[in-house]
């Protein structure tokens, strides 16, 4: 018998391709080392070209798994990904908080506020923004925006570096305890800069920008990373910067899959003599 590892929870959609979503998450879960737990809300219809549909699992069964696992297993993180409507959002946020999960509570809570694939394609209900706003900011120990959601969410279009943390302002106003500005849309320089503010710190990640359109499940690598090490008892910085290192690796080895965009891929932390993500 071995030691029990820490868990790692996602609330999120299945992806089809494997690339993204729940199966993303799962797989980085375990390149991290923490057993991972699920509560699926969609089903999404979906390859490396597109997302061709989907249909959302019942908001009284997103409660159930979360709180079937929450109290039999227990939850060290928890993380969110696409939530799909208002409905679920709504009940994800009064479970969280019946189960000890969210900001000021026992259990850290990454907020990723998936609002449509990197095609494109919605994975979010129109109405369903608001809901993000002010059910599940408040409640994040982070919140991981792409730049597109930045400009959903507040309004501001981040076209260089220097307006993230303008971004992260007023992403902090909606009462998150940190806000992490991804840089990989902001294309045109070789470098790939996330910024990470809780309004009193703030840290530039900097990592190196690859030349590959196979970025399939950054986000959700990257999310999911950060949620497996809060699991493990890092602070949210020290969290982030592992993650950051993670998935500047698992970009670098992604892969081409299908006719569109191929995935990043963990497959690196298989071999031999890889360092475990907190070397
Ligand atoms: N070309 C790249 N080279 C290196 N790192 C990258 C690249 N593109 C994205 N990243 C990193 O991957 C993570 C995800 O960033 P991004 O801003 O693309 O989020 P996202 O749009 O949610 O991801 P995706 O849509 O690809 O799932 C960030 O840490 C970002 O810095
Ligand atoms: C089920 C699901 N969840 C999340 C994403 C976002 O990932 P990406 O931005 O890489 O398309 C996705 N495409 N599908």
Not at 74 to 85: E, F, H, R, S
Not at 131 to 151: F, G, H, K, Q, S
Not at 252 to 266: C, F, I, M, N, R
Request: charged share 20%; proline share 6%.
């Amino acid at each position: 018998m071995t030691e029990t590892p820490k868990t790692a929870l996602t609330i999120a959609g299945s992806d089809s391709g494997g690339g993204a979503g729940i199966q993303a998450d799962l797989r980085t879960f375990f390149a991290c080392g923490v057993h991972g737990l699920t509560a699926l809300t969609a089903v999404t219809v979906q390859n490396s070209v597109g997302v061709h549909g989907f249909t959302e699992i019942p908001a009284d069964v997103v409660a159930a798994q979360i709180e079937t696992v929450a109290g039999d297993m227990g939850v060290n993180a928890a993380k969110t990904g696409m939530l799909a409507t208002a409905e679920i959002i709504a009940t994800v946020a009064a479970t969280v908080d019946a189960v000890g999960i969210g900001r000021g509570r026992r259990v850290p809570f990454v907020v990723d506020p998936v609002a449509a694939s990197m095609h494109g394609d919605p994975l979010l209900r129109e109405e369903a923004l608001e809901a993000i706003r002010t059910e599940l900011l408040p409640r994040a120990t982070v919140v991981t925006p792409n730049l597109d959601e930045v400009r959903l969410l507040t309004g501001i279009s981040v076209t260089e570096e220097t307006v993230q943390r303008e971004a992260a302002e007023a992403l902090l106003a909606f009462g998150p305890q940190w806000v992490l500005v991804k840089g990989g849309h902001l294309a045109g320089s070789t470098r790939c800069v996330d910024l990470l503010s809780d309004g009193t710190h703030v840290v530039e990640l900097e990592g190196r920008r690859y030349d590959t359109p196979h970025t399939h499940g950054g986000g959700d690598t990257l999310a999911s990373a950060v949620t497996a090490h809060l699991a493990k008892g890092l602070g949210v910085p020290d969290a982030v910067s592992v993650g950051k290192r993670f998935i500047e690796r698992c970009v670098a080895e992604s892969y081409p899959l299908g006719q569109g965009v191929g995935p990043v891929s963990p497959f690196w932390r298989l071999a031999p003599d890889s360092p475990a993500p907190t070397d």
